[in-house]
Each structure stands twice: as structure tokens, then as C-alpha cells.
């Protein structure tokens, strides 16, 4: 895992290309978990839980990454988000991504989020 290639994989949901991102970086059986919950055991799973997510989104006020960093085969993006949801109103608020990686695929995923609004 190198620093390149989170920049890479950041660069790719930035620009809104998170099914790429997903289907270049993450491994079939990838396991999603937000919090304490898992959300996804396979990358399908993980795909059609973002699509569900994603449709409901009205507007994107914001979305920017304020830190990241890279271990031995972890990676770690901290986001700020500001979105409208259909389902889930106005949000904004950080997300911390941490990603641990296996030859060159996310094999496991946890999302720690701190909204409001």
C-alpha cells in the first residue's frame, strides 16, 4: 500500500467514480462495516448498498477530504460531507474511512461518522 494509491482511490470518488473505485480497488469479499455494524460481506453487496445510498442524495453541499494516512496495509481518510438525503435529511458532519488492504485490494472497511443536522 502506498501513498500513490490512496491518492489514486481518492481521486476516483472525488471525481464521482465510486463504482470504479470500488471495482478497482476493492476485493469480492470485502467486509463493510459502519461502526460496529457490518453493512457488506461482498463487493456486489457493497455496491448495491452505495446505490441505494447515493440515489437518495438530493444535493452535495460538500464533500472534501481533510486527512489521510498510510500504514502497513491500512489507509485512513478523514472526510467532511455536507449532503441533502431524501431519507435522511440534511447531514454534515466527518467521516473517518480506515481500509485494510491485501495485495493491492480492501479486504476489510469501517466507517466511523459524527453527524448533525
Not at 469479499?29 to 452505495?50: C, D, F, P, W
Not at 489521510?68 to 449532503?83: P, Q, R, S
Not at 467521516?95 to 453527524?115: C, F, N, P, T
Request: net charge negative; glycine share 6%; charged share 25%.
Amino acid at each position: 500500500m502506498t501513498p500513490q494509491t490512496l491518492t489514486e482511490f481518492n481521486a476516483l470518488l472525488m471525481a464521482g467514480n465510486w463504482r470504479q473505485c470500488m471495482e478497482t480497488y476493492y476485493a469480492d469479499t470485502v467486509e463493510v462495516y459502519e461502526g460496529n455494524m457490518k453493512v457488506a460481506s461482498t463487493l456486489q453487496e457493497n455496491i448495491e448498498r452505495e446505490e441505494v445510498f447515493l440515489k437518495g442524495v438530493e444535493k452535495w453541499n460538500d464533500a472534501r477530504i481533510l486527512n489521510e494516512a498510510v500504514g502497513e496495509n491500512v489507509t485512513m481518510t478523514e472526510w467532511f460531507l455536507d449532503f441533502e438525503h431524501a431519507e435522511y435529511g440534511h447531514k454534515q458532519g466527518n467521516q473517518v474511512a480506515v481500509q485494510h488492504w491485501q495485495d493491492g485490494k480492501i479486504v476489510h472497511e469501517r466507517y466511523y461518522s459524527l453527524y448533525h443536522g
